[in-house]
């Protein structure tokens, strides 16, 4: 694979672009794995009372429903936001996950598992107290996408 980097002073924005015979699973990891790092990089709107706050996607452990609203937490601060669960689904970057019917987190910040057979594993996020419920139904699909993490990364087992 040849990787080439053009400069063009007359783009305003930076603009990437894949050529390939066809698309195969690489090919995919590699448009995912570069939406991933354009998005994390992204502002995400935020509020807290009347003030709007503009906080790097990054920054976010997790967002959660409480009292049918949805917050999004970093490590020392909680705001809301004005989007659905539901939505935030489909915009946030592979990630964030769902891990239970009420939160999703943000794997790159995993600082620790804790896990319950008969009832929701705990996560834990290094830096801070917060801590969210992993769903028995989740617990599966939450390893697998670390374990993938750690293989693309090669992470020690």
Do not use: W
């Given at each position: 694979?040849?990787?080439?980097?053009?400069?063009?002073?007359?783009?305003?924005?930076?603009?990437?672009?894949?050529?390939?015979?066809?698309?195969?699973?690489?090919?995919?990891?590699?448009?995912?794995?570069?939406?991933?790092?354009?998005?994390?990089?992204k502002?995400?709107?935020?509020?807290?009372?009347?003030?709007?706050?503009?906080?790097?996607l990054d920054?976010?452990?997790?967002?959660?429903?409480?009292?049918?609203?949805?917050?999004?937490?970093t490590?020392?601060?909680?705001?809301?936001?004005?989007?659905?669960?539901?939505?935030?689904?489909?915009?946030?970057?592979?990630?964030?996950?769902?891990?239970s019917?009420?939160?999703?987190?943000?794997?790159?910040?995993?600082?620790?598992?804790?896990?319950?057979?008969?009832?929701?594993?705990i996560?834990?996020?290094?830096?801070?107290?917060?801590?969210?419920?992993?769903?028995?139904?989740?617990?599966?699909?939450?390893?697998?996408?670390?374990?993938?993490?750690?293989n693309?990364?090669?992470?020690?087992?």
């Amino acid at each position: 694979m040849k990787v080439k980097i053009e400069f063009d002073a007359s783009l305003i924005e930076n603009e990437i672009l894949i050529r390939c015979p066809t698309v195969n699973e690489e090919i995919q990891r590699l448009q995912a794995a570069i939406s991933d790092i354009a998005l994390g990089s992204k502002k995400f709107v935020c509020y807290q009372n009347d003030t709007e706050y503009y906080i790097p996607l990054d920054d976010i452990l997790f967002f959660e429903t409480e009292s049918g609203r949805i917050r999004a937490h970093t490590r020392k601060q909680v705001y809301l936001t004005k989007l659905k669960l539901y939505e935030l689904e489909e915009i946030l970057p592979g990630s964030f996950m769902r891990v239970s019917k009420s939160t999703i987190l943000n794997i790159n910040h995993i600082y620790s598992i804790t896990k319950n057979l008969t009832a929701s594993s705990i996560v834990e996020f290094a830096g801070t107290h917060k801590q969210v419920y992993v769903s028995r139904y989740y617990y599966k699909p939450l390893k697998f996408k670390l374990e993938e993490k750690r293989n693309e990364h090669g992470y020690e087992k």
